[in-house]
């Protein structure tokens, strides 16, 4: 033991030092554009758990009086703060303004309303009537295209689709996208165009949509950006790299078609973002942009998002990390509620229907006036 321990020491101090780097490199990768770099960026979807790892592993070090490498850790948490806070937060709902009106929204990447638990019963469909008792007063789907159409939607009663119906009379979407927003209050779907062209539906992965609220205007963007498309098999091999030896088995195919697939969606993502910067910049109406945001916070394509002066509702109103995502063991927060304008939120709650591979948000926004705001 007087021999092996050194040894032993020395390795995880090493291990840690390691952990430490690619907590940092997760922290920053969204400064990296996956354009040219896309690397970091497969980093930062892992950084709560690297943060959590290395919060951890420090608390070890300096326990037992290992200060250097105990300190080198504290250091990383500190450095890493900024991105963390956003993927981590450490907040707490809010309380309603005085005189404010609110609304609530929940988003929800809804699977074609299939039911992942119970996918032969036929009698029910525990996602539309999640969403009739939702109380939400703005519903915005992804992966939904036609509700009535009984190939897509094969266990939906028509009496329980006609409920709905009721108590969301207004209702918008293109019957060539998978984007779908329910509302208690009128709305209209806006056609898209950036720089004089229209954008094929089938290249832009977002609609836009206005609503009026008790006589306020809300500009709202329903979003479902580009997925990976793993395969089952890839995604069997990310599951599978939790130990040295899955890892030196998967590492040739995620050098493969794994990390080109990575890489595309990173850009993917990126130009949509470009074009929701675009389509909103300049409107002086509050605007929401919400859904299946299918990335982090901290990535490259999230700080476009902060650095045109949107905010995150869940990183200002929730304590500590959610996965939305809930399958595969890939426990991502990639489903993003985004605001900007005359508003405050009030708080997101993730919920925790169990019928798609996404969990629904839930948030609670407050109109403000806009001598209130800080842009």
């Known amino acids: 033991m007087i021999i092996i ?44 758990w690297l943060g959590m790892a290395t919060f951890f592993v420090t608390l070890i070090w300096l326990f037992t009086r290992n200060w250097i490498t105990g300190i080198a850790g504290a250091f990383t948490l500190v450095a890493s703060w900024g991105t963390l806070g956003d993927a981590a937060p450490l907040s707490f709902p809010k309380s309603v303004p005085d005189g404010a009106q609110t609304f ?16 032969t019963d036929l009698s029910d469909n525990r996602a539309v009537r999640f969403l009739l008792h939702s109380g939400a007063d703005i519903i915005c789907l992804q992966e ?42 009128p709305l209209e779907m806006i056609p898209f165009a950036t720089n004089g062209r229209r954008v094929d539906a089938y290249q832009r992965k977002f609609a836009r949509f206005v609503l009026k609220i008790r006589g306020r205007k809300l500009n709202l963007i329903n979003m479902h950006l580009a997925s990976y498309n793993l395969t089952s098999d890839e995604r069997e091999v990310m599951t599978e ?117 996404h969990y629904p948000l839930i948030a609670e926004f407050a109109f403000l006036p806009d001598d209130l705001m800080d842009y």
Not at 157 to 176: F, I, M, N, T, V
Not at 250 to 259: N, R, V
């Open 5 to 48: 321990s050194p040894i032993i020491r020395l390795v995880c101090k090493i291990l840690s030092f390691i952990l430490y780097l690619c907590t940092l490199v997760a922290a920053f990768g969204g400064y990296c554009n996956p354009e040219y770099f896309a690397l970091p960026s497969v980093f930062t979807l892992m950084l709560p």
């Open 104 to 119: 609530t929204l929940l988003t929800f990447n809804c699977l074609h309303l299939n039911d992942l638990k119970n996918p």
């Open 144 to 185: 939904l295209i036609n509700i009535e159409d009984p190939v897509e939607v094969a266990n939906l009663p028509e009496s329980l689709r006609d409920s709905l119906y009721a108590a969301y009379p207004y209702r918008a979407g293109d019957r060539k996208m998978d984007l779908k927003v329910y509302s208690k209050y």
């Open 241 to 357: 790299m939790t130990s040295v030896k899955g890892i030196k088995e998967s590492m040739s195919e995620f050098k493969g078609s794994i990390f080109g697939k990575l890489k595309q969606s990173f850009r993917n993502r990126s130009d949509n973002i470009d074009d929701i910067i675009e389509l909103t910049r300049g409107s002086a109406a509050p605007v929401i942009v919400c859904g299946d945001f299918n990335d982090v916070a901290g990535s490259w394509s999230y700080r476009k998002m902060r650095e045109a002066g949107f905010h995150d509702a869940f990183s200002e109103t929730v304590f500590g990390p959610r996965h939305t995502f809930n399958q595969h063991l890939m426990l991502f927060h990639i489903d993003q509620i985004f605001y900007r304008g005359p508003l405050e939120a009030l708080s997101v709650k993730r919920l925790s229907l169990n019928t798609s591979d």
